[in-house]
T-cell receptor, first 111, second 118 residues
Framework: AQKITQTQPGMFVQEKEAVTLDCTYDTSDQSYGLFWYKQPSSGEMIFLIY??????QNATEGRYSLNFQKARKSANLVISASQLGDSAMYFCAMNQNKLIFGTGTRLQVFP | DAGVIQSPRHEVTEMGQEVTLRCKPISGHNSLFWYRQTMMRGLELLIY????????DSGMPEDRFSAKMPNASFSTLKIQPSEPRDSAVYFC????????????????FGEGSWLTVV
């Protein structure tokens, strides 16, 4: 069965620093996609980054990068040069038979 | 390009009333999803459609919930009768293709419909 685990309920980071949000997953299939979404206090779900299970390179999108370690079944999100506007909930998700979400990590960026 | 459009954004209704949530997916997307988000249960997939056909409705909580997709550009989620425990944010989302690996399966969300049943 598919499962996504985010073990950090909350994280703090100082502005301009980098932060890593953890995500591990469990699946027996070889083909799957891993996603990260941002949910600010306004409530919308914003797609950030995608990693395919067959992709050999780690995905990057601007200040976001995904540290994909297939053998460890982890897909951590790295945000570089944090900004105050990065304060939000962050959800890791896996798309195999259906998109399932982790419980989320609340990131607080302070000046 | 227009994203996924949901209405209403906010709805407050009395227990026992019928609630209809509406969704217009991104043009050209073949898959549509309804999710529910609550503090207790997080994000749950209720149902998804592929090419207007319901594929997996195992997440629909009970018979009070029904979803339709009469055409490629419109879907509804109906709750009848509504109960206070149905209070949640309901998201509609769409993707180019159905679930599975591949960047074409990126799911894009609407802004959500915030439902309060009193």
């Amino acid at each position: 069965a598919q499962k996504i685990t985010q073990t950090q309920p909350g994280m703090f980071v100082q502005e301009k620093e980098a932060v890593t949000l953890d995500c591990t997953y469990d699946t027996s299939d070889q083909s799957y996609g891993l996603f990260w979404y941002k949910q600010p206090s306004s409530g919308e779900m914003i797609f950030l980054i995608y990693q395919g299970s067959y992709d050999e390179q780690n995905a990057t999108e601007g200040r976001y990068s995904l540290n994909f370690q297939k053998a460890r079944k982890s897909a951590n999100l790295v945000i570089s040069a944090s900004q105050l506007g990065d304060s939000a909930m962050y959800f890791c998700a896996m798309n195999q038979n259906k998109l399932i979400f982790g419980t989320g990590t609340r990131l607080q960026v302070f000046p | 390009d227009a994203g996924v459009i949901q209405s209403p954004r906010h709805e407050v209704t009395e227990m026992g009333q019928e609630v209809t949530l509406r969704c217009k997916p991104i043009s050209g997307h073949n898959s549509l999803f309804w999710y529910r988000q609550t503090m207790m249960r997080g994000l749950e997939l209720l149902i998804y459609f592929n090419n207007n056909v319901p594929i997996d409705d195992s997440g629909m909580p009970e018979d009070r919930f029904s979803a339709k997709m009469p055409n490629a550009s419109f879907s509804t989620l109906k709750i009848q009768p509504s109960e206070p425990r149905d209070s949640a944010v309901y998201f509609c989302a769409s993707s180019l293709r159905g679930p599975g690996g591949g960047s074409g399966n990126t799911i894009y969300f609407g802004e959500g419909s915030w439902l309060t049943v009193v």
